[in-house]
């Protein structure tokens, strides 16, 4: 008989987070009305709250943030047009092909270092206006944090000189914006700064703010519009809603600044799996709450470490055949990382024969 493991941390995803008492209670007292007839008190307060955070007009609260990025790129792309973007994109690994199978969207990509914007590279293989000839490009996706890129935080500066050419050319931005708390909440940049450098925006309230459920789009009031009729066509019109938008309302007012120790503890795991064994990780290169390990660097694959780790009780989840992915989140406190740390670095350093 086998016995499962103690579990040391879950660092699987920040997706895991259950919510906390003071956020069940938020809920509990939530106002509530139907959405759909445009009636839940609380619905309306997160929508005009998101929207002033990200400096856009309006915003619309959606079940998922696959949804949230699929009803943004409809706004920019319709059957035949094409959306660009880097080819570890959440939009393009992670939603199932939602841009075909929905919208008849084409894409392109691009191979980008650890999911970091290129713009240079995008802005040659956008087509503005391809005619009767090429596919035309009708929106460029900026992913910040970068999930598959190890928790990235994208330049400012790059997604502005991106906004700048792209609406020159009258070529839109999405910004998937997922964990755009956590690049806000590292690099100092304020919300709106980000939000300046897209038409439309995503922004998950269920990953390492710890709401259950729940993402946002921003947007002009003219694009939020039709993402109403968007979100509805799809079967995401909802109703009491209000008892999920409180907890959202909740973690902007309580989760977001501490994501800074979340940044601390994964960049101190880093530090240490680099003394282990050399080349799986460069800290300086850990921006933000996800670690992800090169430990074909420490002779291993990604799927063999998932699983050792786990029988150690440390879980992670296996990007790629060399990489294993370590996200940290409200559940995870110093002296489980600690703990992690440990069994993680004893891993490493058994093959290194170190
Ligand atoms: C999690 C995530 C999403 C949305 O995922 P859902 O599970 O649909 O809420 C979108 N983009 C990125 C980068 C993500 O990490």
Redesign the pocket.
Known sequence: MTVAPEVVADLR?D?LTRPTAAMRQAMVDAAVGDDVYGEDPTVAELERRVAGLLGHEAALFM???????QVGLRLHAGPGQEVITDSL???LR??LGAAAAYSGITTRSWVAERGLLEVDTALEMMVADGGPYQVSTACVVV?N????GGGTVQPLEEMRRLRERTAAAGVGVHL????LWNAHVAAGVALADYGACADTV?V?L??GLGAPVG?VLAASREHIAQARVWRKRLGGGMRQVGILAAAGLHALDHHVERLADDHARARRTAEALAQAAAGVVEPAAVHTNILVLDVSAAGWTGPDFVQAAAERGVLGYPTDPRRARFVWHLDVDDEMTDRATDRLSDLLARRTGR
């Open positions: 995803s997706t079940p998922t943030g696959s949804m949230a990025n994109a959440h939009v992670a939603e992913e944090t970068h999930n598959f998937d914006g997922a964990r995503s998950c269920s990953k993402s």
